[in-house]
């Protein structure tokens, strides 16, 4: 069989992206290429060309497809194929920014030395300004992480668990205390430190993020959390992903058993609580077993543990106070605390109208002293546990699951 060409090669390195590809490639034709639609913290949506710039990899990752030992097809793309390739798909408007991402064949170095050079090809060469994401690889080096917080907006490095022994039990090359967290920090560091003092003409930093394989490992929801806490609280981290373990057909974890899609939710929403509404780590409502409970959302879990601060009056209630309403989010308590300034809450109506979720937040407001509903909203019952509903098949997949969080 000939040598592939980009437009083939692309398509590899590019699958993960497949459950999501709506555009075709730069030129028009072929299968579709690994381009998203993703939406802005402000409101609406921008595009987003997802690539790999090889798949091959020496690391031993056991949920990972692509490891060393996986038998998937290895390719790869030359830095300025990349640059050529984004390039093409930025002036026909099919994808306004870049995440690139890489397996690690061989030295880490000069896999990441690729990747710096495809995006100093896109800023330098090509004079775009746009959005980068450009993610670590483990075993970078300082000056790496030092020249890819000048390239790029956004830099992350995948931690995958909160610990060393967690971390190893995952792939036994990766160093959590020795390289993994510390480059994250860098990282952090050097992105907080450009967002505060400016360079004229320079990139506008996005922040870090990082990113956790949940329940591969044994690690706890408080583990994974406290950590999180620690670094947002530094300014050292923007936010995190969290993917729940499924196991890959021919990988060393294929035969574990899955996370339950609803921790991974769950680890979301708590993060959101951290870093958006004002919760601190310590309130956080997390089970005798150190996880965040299953059957209720964390806001709701921590009201119901805190009875004597409910119902909250919504004609007086600071908005502080109404953020940590279930069913309350920063806008609609904004909102909230605007209009009953120049107009009269009648009830659960008007709550409704202004983006409240009425149905689990009545029974936390009250007006003019009465409560708004009689109980809290009952848990959905179970015939199985979470995660036990469902086949417990391994997935097949020839990219790793989380290679674009």
Same mark, same amino acid.
Do not use: C, W
């Given at each position: 069989m000939g040598a592939m060409d980009r437009r083939q090669r692309l398509a590899i390195l590019s699958e993960a992206a497949t459950a999501d590809r709506e555009h075709g490639l730069p030129n028009g034709s072929g299968p579709a290429v690994g381009i998203t639609k993703v939406r802005l913290p402000g409101g609406g949506s921008t595009k987003i060309m997802r690539v790999m710039q090889t798949n091959a990899c020496s690391l031993s990752c056991g949920y990972c497809p692509t490891f060393c030992g996986g038998?998937?097809?290895?390719?790869?793309?030359?830095?300025?194929?990349?640059?050529?390739?984004?390039?093409?798909?930025?002036?026909?408007?099919?994808?306004?920014?870049?995440?690139?991402? =890489?397996?690690?064949? +061989?030295?880490?170095?000069?896999?990441?030395?690729?990747?710096? =050079?495809?995006?100093?090809?896109?800023?330098?060469?090509?004079?775009?300004?746009?959005?980068?994401?450009?993610?670590?690889?483990?075993?970078?080096?300082?000056?790496?992480?030092?020249?890819?917080?000048?390239?790029?907006?956004?830099? =992350?490095?995948?931690?995958? %668990?909160?610990?060393?022994?967690?971390?190893?039990?995952?792939?036994?090359?990766?160093?959590? =205390?020795?390289?993994?967290?510390?480059?994250?920090?860098?990282?952090?560091?050097?992105?907080?430190? %450009?967002?505060?003092?400016?360079?004229?003409?320079?990139?506008?930093?996005?922040?870090?993020?990082?990113?956790?394989?949940? +329940?591969?490992? +044994?690690?706890?929801?408080?583990?994974?959390?406290?950590?999180?806490?620690?670094?947002?609280?530094?300014?050292?981290? &923007?936010?995190? &992903?969290?993917? %729940?373990?499924?196991?890959?057909? +021919?990988?060393?974890?294929?035969?574990?058993?899955?996370?339950?899609?609803?921790?991974?939710?769950?680890?979301?929403?708590?993060? &959101?609580?951290?870093?958006?509404?004002?919760?601190?780590?310590?309130?956080?409502p997390f089970e005798s077993d150190g996880n965040l409970p299953l059957d209720h959302d964390p806001k709701s879990a921590w009201a119901l543990r805190h009875p004597d601060l409910f119902p909250l009056e919504i004609a007086t209630a600071p908005y502080e106070l109404l953020i940590r309403v279930p069913g309350v989010g920063p806008k609609a308590a904004l909102t909230l605390v605007s209009e009953r300034r120049r107009s009269v809450i009648r009830g659960l109506g008007d709550l409704g109208r202004i983006g409240v979720d009425t149905h689990r937040a009545g029974y936390f407001l009250a007006l003019r002293g009465r409560r708004l509903a009689p109980a809290p909203p009952a848990h959905q019952l179970r015939l199985f546990p979470h995660g036990q509903h469902l086949p417990q098949a391994a997935w097949k997949t020839d990219v790793p699951p989380c290679a674009y969080r």
């Open positions: 038998k998937v097809k290895r390719t790869a793309l030359a830095p300025d194929e990349v640059a050529t390739t984004f390039m093409e798909a930025y002036r026909k408007r099919i994808a306004q920014g870049l995440f690139l991402t =890489s397996g690690v064949p +061989g030295k880490p170095v000069r896999a990441m030395d690729r990747m710096l =050079s495809a995006v100093e090809i896109l800023r330098r060469k090509e004079g775009y300004r746009g959005y980068v994401h450009i993610k670590l690889l483990p075993g970078a080096e300082p000056a790496q992480v030092e020249r890819a917080a000048r390239l790029a907006n956004r830099v =992350s490095i995948n931690l995958e %668990a909160p610990g060393d022994s967690y971390v190893r039990t995952l792939a036994r090359e990766k160093d959590f =205390s020795g390289d993994l967290l510390p480059k994250l920090e860098l990282a952090g560091q050097l992105l907080r430190d %450009a967002r505060q003092n400016p360079a004229p003409g320079g990139i506008t930093p996005a922040g870090t993020t990082t990113q956790f394989v949940v +329940g591969a490992a +044994g690690e706890r929801d408080q583990e994974i959390l406290a950590l999180v806490a620690r670094l947002e609280r530094a300014e050292l981290l &923007h936010h995190a &992903h969290f993917s %729940a373990f499924q196991p890959v057909a +021919g990988t060393p974890m294929e035969g574990e058993r899955p996370a339950p899609v609803m921790r991974e939710f769950r680890l979301y929403q708590a993060e &959101h609580l951290l870093r958006q509404y004002g919760f601190g780590f310590d309130e956080l």
